[in-house]
Every structure is written in structure tokens, then in C-alpha cells.
């Protein structure tokens, strides 16, 4: 057996599936110490793995977005964006490496895994120098660059073609020389006082520096790439576990029989974090459906009942903070999502289409990617209309193509055993790899 180091930003829809990974690798026999933040520090142990916490402004909590993000309110879109990615994936790369040298010093582990967004590790892999295997695993749609593929945020579909290739090249030169070049140039001075004097990758696109970089999807729910770095491996998506408002363990709530009406079910959330304004999405929807022939199903993804008041359900709602979604969304007609990576793998994962209303983080590429792989309507905004949805769920629910391309997907999916591919693409690493201590 040997002995892996596990690592993953503080941000709960990366922690869940490496987490999930982490699981399955002490359930194998196999040695694992977990590296993220401390308010995982409980989950950590829970799993039979060992806990070691960030440090510094790594260590953060993703609830308290005031905490780590105190001055957010000022900027507004690109600005916003740029201020975003580099407080929490860019400043926080020294004390990420800091508290990952520390743990190879003392430990020896055989390989790490980190999130892919965990940008701590880059120093070891771009420099010379001993060190053990570093893997990726993708717990967000795939950022690597290509001739065929829009730069990483823009949301737009892939192209191939002559023009779509300049556009591709244009926006890419763009996005790293002129929109974000001041992340880059706070990223090419961090790496350099780490002895990285030469930056030559894209902060914002890593992948192609990991020796494994496991990305979690089916290979169809991707934009194809005639030039995918090789070190790029599909391992399928994460079974479920609790990461988009609902849980695994879940209790069936009191009403559930109420389900067996034969209505279509349209399951709607905001998933476990960005949740506090039901206005953005829950409310909407439930205003949209009010009086449609559905039976509308709310996860409140942790909060409590009370936050939705009795005028805000019809009569055709039903609400729990937290469903298990093993058992609904094989029920599921729709699902009404802001756009979390996990949630619409789950989804994905059930053959069950979606309308996705996202705009912060990596939500409006992965809703690009639902609207590209036909599984689903895009609604380009993170407050969408009462109408819009109506007119959007009505789509999912007439037009069976939707359900099919999904269902195509749920196939695709259910041919990767992912927690198995990931261990063994670990182990195959070791097994090619030359001592390093």
C-alpha cells in the first residue's frame, strides 16, 4: 500500500470530490493525509484519513465570503472576476506551498493529488529537483488551452473551424496579455520568489503541467480538442455525495409519497453555498411553475425551512433542506440548477436535463457545456426571469431530445468505475516513478 497526499483548496465543491477520492483510497488500505482547510478538519477524520491544515490566507472559509473577499463589492464583472482568482487561487499559491513542502519533508508520501485549482504544487512541477508524482484531478470544467476551444470564462462553444481558430488564438492572446495580465504578472512574482524564474504557463490553465490531470466528466460532456496535452485522462464524474443540495444519507422527507402523483417532478437549487439569496434562483422558479401541471421539488442545500416563507411554495412545492438524491433524481423531469459542477454531473449522471441560470465562478462554462451537449437550456444569467424559466422548463419538458442526449450522457458516464480509474492511474504513476528521497 502506499502512502498519498491529498490536497485541495477550501472551497466546498472542490473538497467534496477529492474528499470522495480521499475515501475510497483509505478504504483500499492505502495511507492518506488530507492538506485543505481546517473547517474540513472534522470530514477529514471522519473518513479515516489524516488532517493537516493551510495556513495563512490558504486556510479560509467559503461560507464567510466577507472574510476572504472583503473589498468584492467594489468591482463589478471583469474586475470582479480578476479580484476573485487572484485572492483565492493566486495569493494563496505560498502558503499552499509552503504547507505541501512541509508535509514531503516530513512524510515521503508516494504521489500527491491535488484539486486542479490547487496551484500550491506548481513550483515543484516547474522546477528541477526531487519530488514525487503530482496528479490533478478536474473538479471544474477543463480550463486547457486550445487551437479549438475559447478561452476559459468567455462561455462560448468550441470551434475548429478556420475562423474559429483565429477567434480562439485572438481571445487567448487577449485574455492573458490584456485582460488578465495583472493576475499574470502577480502570479510570474509569487513563482518567482518561489524559484520559479520563469513563468511560461498561463496561471489560469495548469493542466498540461501535472504528470496525470484525471478530469471528472465523461470525454462527450467536453469541448473536443485536436491538441488535448497527453497527460489528460476522463475518469467519469464523482458518485453523488451530498456536493449540489442534496446528500447522500438524506432522510426522506415527510411529503415524499406526495411524488407519486404522476406530475413531472422539476427539482430546483442553489446548491450548499451560494444559497443565501433565494432570489436569485429559488424564488424565480417557484414563481415561474406556480400553477404549471409539475410538482416543483426544493433543496434548500443546508439551510433551513424557515428561509423560504409560506407564500413563497404554491401549492404544487414541496421543501426540504437537504433531499437524497440517489432517490430523486432518477424521478426527475428537469433540474433547475445555478450551474455547480458536481450537481450536473449528478444530474448528468441520472440521464435527467437541466436549465441552468449561472454567472459567478465556473458556473457559465459549465452551463455552455450543458447547452453545447444538448443536455439542457442555458439561460446566460444568474437571475433569470419567472418567464424565462417557465418558457425554458416548458422546453425541457416538450422537446424529448433533451431527455435522450441526457440519457446518452448518463450511458457514457456509467461506463467509468471513477474512484477505481483514479486509484489506479495513482498507482501506475508510483509503479513509473524513480525513488525521489
Not at 483509505?26 to 493525509?33: E, L, M, N, S
Not at 441526457?406 to 492511474?425: F, K, N, P, S, V
Request: hydrophobic fraction near 40%; charged fraction near 20%; glycine fraction near 10%.
Amino acid at each position: 500500500m502506499s502512502t498519498y497526499l491529498v490536497c485541495s483548496s477550501p472551497i466546498h465543491g472542490h473538497a467534496v470530490p477529492m474528499l470522495t477520492a480521499a475515501r475510497h483510497l483509505v478504504q483500499r488500505g492505502h495511507r492518506v493525509i488530507v492538506l485543505t482547510g481546517a473547517r474540513f478538519a472534522g470530514r477529514v477524520r471522519e473518513i479515516g484519513a489524516e488532517f493537516r491544515p493551510l495556513g495563512g490566507r490558504a486556510d479560509f472559509d467559503d461560507r464567510d465570503v466577507s472574510s476572504y473577499l472583503p473589498d468584492r463589492d467594489r468591482y463589478r464583472g471583469l474586475a470582479q472576476a480578476q479580484y476573485d482568482i487572484q485572492n483565492i487561487f493566486v495569493k494563496t499559491i505560498p502558503d499552499q506551498y509552503r504547507a505541501v513542502s512541509a508535509i514531503l519533508e516530513a512524510e515521503k508520501p508516494d504521489a500527491v493529488l491535488v484539486d486542479g485549482a490547487f496551484a500550491g504544487v506548481a513550483p515543484l512541477l516547474l522546477r528541477t529537483g526531487p519530488r514525487p508524482p503530482v496528479l490533478a484531478l478536474g473538479v471544474t470544467p477543463l480550463t486547457q488551452s486550445s487551437r479549438d476551444v475559447a478561452p476559459a470564462g468567455t462561455g462560448l462553444p468550441p470551434s475548429a473551424t478556420a475562423a474559429g481558430r483565429i477567434r480562439n488564438r485572438l481571445l487567448g492572446v487577449l485574455a492573458r496579455r490584456v485582460l488578465f495580465r495583472r493576475t499574470q504578472t502577480l502570479a510570474q512574482g509569487l513563482f518567482a520568489d518561489l524559484g520559479v524564474d520563469r513563468l511560461d504557463l498561463f496561471v489560469m490553465d495548469l493542466s498540461g503541467a501535472f504528470d496525470r490531470f484525471l478530469q471528472l466528466c465523461p470525454a462527450g460532456f467536453e469541448y473536443p480538442r485536436s491538441d488535448i496535452a497527453p497527460n489528460t485522462v476522463f475518469v467519469g464524474a464523482m458518485p453523488p455525495g451530498g456536493s449540489s443540495g442534496g446528500s447522500a444519507g438524506a432522510a426522506l422527507p415527510e411529503w415524499w409519497g406526495d411524488l407519486d402523483d404522476g406530475r413531472p417532478i422539476v427539482h430546483v437549487t442553489q446548491g450548499t453555498i451560494d444559497n443565501h439569496d433565494l432570489d436569485r434562483l429559488i424564488r424565480p422558479t417557484l414563481a415561474a411553475l406556480r400553477g404549471l401541471d409539475v410538482t416543483v421539488v426544493v433543496s434548500l442545500g443546508g439551510r433551513p425551512l424557515a428561509a423560504l416563507a409560506a407564500t413563497d411554495l404554491p401549492p404544487n412545492a414541496r421543501v426540504a433542506s437537504y433531499l437524497p438524491y440517489d432517490e430523486l433524481l432518477p424521478r426527475t423531469a428537469v433540474y433547475v440548477t445555478n450551474g455547480g459542477y458536481g450537481g450536473v454531473q449528478h444530474a448528468l449522471g441520472a440521464g435527467v436535463p437541466m436549465v441552468v441560470a449561472g454567472d459567478t465562478e465556473d458556473k457559465p462554462e459549465v452551463a455552455a457545456r450543458v447547452a453545447w451537449s444538448g443536455t439542457g437550456v442555458n439561460l446566460r444569467t444568474g437571475t433569470p426571469s419567472p418567464d424565462a424559466l417557465r418558457t425554458a422548463v416548458q422546453r425541457v419538458l416538450d422537446d424529448p431530445s433533451y431527455r435522450e442526449r441526457a440519457g446518452r450522457m448518463a450511458a457514457e458516464a456509467a461506463g467509468y468505475d471513477t474512484l477505481a480509474l483514479i486509484e489506479a492511474e495513482l498507482e501506475s504513476a508510483v509503479a513509473a516513478w524513480p525513488r525521489w528521497y
